[in-house]
């Protein structure tokens, strides 16, 4: 009977041994160490993250990548905001802007004609303002247009018919207009006006012809037909500063 239950403890107790050892191992203590059941999982995750992240898009929303990013999105808002007034309101925009340029023109030609001990002419300045505000800015948006609708192509052809018809037509009238004005608000006579014209308008049209046809030649073949007053103004800056400078010449005899 005793030996019945010793042959059976000792198969008891090797199949409890058996049984711990699947579950668990012993460290150097005898202290039980838990198999990590995750770590399978773990790495399929891992590479299910990496693949994403290889997929995702994390560019800068700007349009731009390098160190100036901040001041090329400030530049653009600027010139999307200026492009926004020419669509809503294209006149009162490119007028603006003449009478800046011929401000800024003026202000310039006084400080390069005259001394550092003589003030500035601001009633001069203003009648360049009012020059570009009321008359060139809108002469300009319709001028523009027109030649646009009669030329539409911007080949090489159209654009030297453009600009001969702006050598030939636009720059004679508008010259004659800005000296006819400008003297008339001076308080010059009708003869006075017309002894002006005769002495300054025809070398003003010569240095004209040789500054212009360069500047109607990118204006016309390179810019968009609603950016050509804004290009033609930034053109029209220098020359404004001979123009402003010729104006403020002294009355010419009527003899």
Known sequence: ?????????????????????RQSISNSFGAPITRPHF?????????????????????????????????????NGVVDWYLG???????????ITSA???TSADLSSQTIAGSSSEPYDFVRTLRMAGYGMILLGPSLHYWFNFVSRLFPK??????FKKMFMGQAIFGPIMTAVFFSVNAGLQGESGSEIFARLKRDLIPTMINGVMYWPVC?????????????????????????????????LEKAGTQ
């Not at 019945?4 to 090797?14: E, I, Q, R, V, Y």
């Not at 007034?85 to 007028?95: F, G, N, V």
């Not at 911007?154 to 654009?159: C, E, N, S, Y």
């Open 1 to 21: 009977m005793s030996a019945f239950f010793l042959k059976n403890g000792t198969k008891a107790h090797l199949h409890i041994n058996a049984l711990w050892k």
């Open 39 to 75: 770590q399978q999982p773990k790495a399929s995750y891992s590479r299910f993250t990496q693949r994403k992240l290889k997929d995702m898009d994390f560019s800068l929303p700007f349009g731009t990548t390098n160190s100036k990013g901040f001041s090329s999105v400030s530049n």
């Open 85 to 95: 007034l020419i669509k809503t309101r294209p006149i009162l925009t490119k007028s």
């Open 100 to 102: 800046f340029i011929y």
């Open 154 to 159: 911007r080949d090489l052809i159209p654009t």
């Open 216 to 248: 109607d030649f990118i204006t016309f073949r390179f810019v968009p037909v609603h950016l050509q007053p804004l290009v033609s103004n930034s053109f029209a800056y220098i020359w404004t500063v001979y123009m402003t400078y010729m104006a403020s």
